[in-house]
Nanobody
């Protein structure tokens, strides 16, 4: 059974940092792209960042560029999201996701291309 479990969320003050982790179990995803999405209260879920299975350029949403860093450790089957200089508008439930197809050279920012999802972790940024 495939499971994606996020951790590292919490309540922080604006300007501080958090590091989210997403550990996959049940199978290895070393040849799948992986990404982070988030859903703020009353809003649709949106793309945050993603990382290719083979490294290289990592796409980010404009709202997080320069503040967030997405990375992965294939040996640990784990995805990370380092979030610095957090802002109140970053408050959301953060979800990790794994692409449905393997060996994709294109890193999608569309939810429909991700077939495996975690349960989410809450990040709340206070002023």
């Amino acid at each position: 059974q495939v499971r994606l479990v996020e951790s590292g969320g919490g309540l922080v003050q604006a300007g501080n940092s958090l590091r989210l982790s997403c550990e996959a179990s049940g199978r290895t995803f070393s040849v799948h792209n992986m990404g982070w999405f988030r859903q703020a209260p009353g809003k649709d879920r949106e793309f945050v960042a993603a990382v290719s299975w083979r490294g290289g350029a990592t796409p980010y949403a404009d709202s997080v560029k320069g503040r967030f860093t997405c990375s992965r450790d294939n040996a640990k089957n784990t995805l990370y999201l380092q979030m610095n200089n957090l802002k109140p508008e970053d408050t959301a439930v953060y979800y990790c996701a794994v692409s449905t197809l393997a060996y994709r050279t294109f890193i999608s920012m569309e939810q429909r291309d991700y077939g495996y999802w975690g349960q989410g972790t809450q990040v709340t940024v206070s002023t």
